[in-house]
């Protein structure tokens, strides 16, 4: 089994749901969930987007999904991307990749290099692929903690 971790606002933490957004690997409509492969991955990855970070005004939590060994994973390493592949100016090209990913249903997880810290690894889910409901669930939401010196 491998775990995985999401923070999430403490109104979306208790069920394991997509907004369809679009993000850095997936396009708008396309129901994904981001996660990462450690508590602190995950962490850094929030205050990376420190202005969606609101303690004080909403609760968050931390999200343990947990992940069967069978479930298929897709795995794209740097040397795949293009260079710079980390630039906000490549979501255009990142949201291709995993677009082709989502759209083809081959595996239920993509596994991508955090553009924070590449040597690690976040994950996205595709929560319409048939081993969604089977191969990973969500095992705990706790309550997080945001140190004031992240922020």
């Not at 981001?34 to 004080?56: H, N």
């Not at 293009?82 to 949201?95: E, I, M, R, V």
């Amino acid at each position: 089994m491998m775990d995985l971790f999401k923070i999430a606002e403490a109104k979306f933490a208790f069920s394991l749901n997509a907004s369809g957004k679009a993000n850095r690997w997936n396009k708008p409509g396309e129901f994904v969930i981001y996660a990462s492969q450690s508590r602190a991955l995950a962490t850094l990855e929030m205050v990376a987007r420190r202005s969606m970070i609101m303690p004080g005004k909403l609760d968050y939590k931390m999200m343990v999904i947990q992940v069967e060994d069978s479930a298929s994973v897709q795995e794209i390493s740097q040397a795949q991307l293009p260079a710079s592949w980390n630039a906000l100016s490549k979501y255009p090209t990142l949201q291709e990749l995993g677009s082709g990913w989502y759209q083809s249903q081959n595996t239920l997880l993509l596994k991508v290099p955090s553009a924070i810290i590449p040597e690690e690894f976040n994950f996205v889910i595709n929560t319409l692929h048939p081993e969604f409901e089977s191969r990973l669930k969500l095992i705990q939401t706790s309550d997080y903690f945001w140190d004031q010196r992240l922020l």
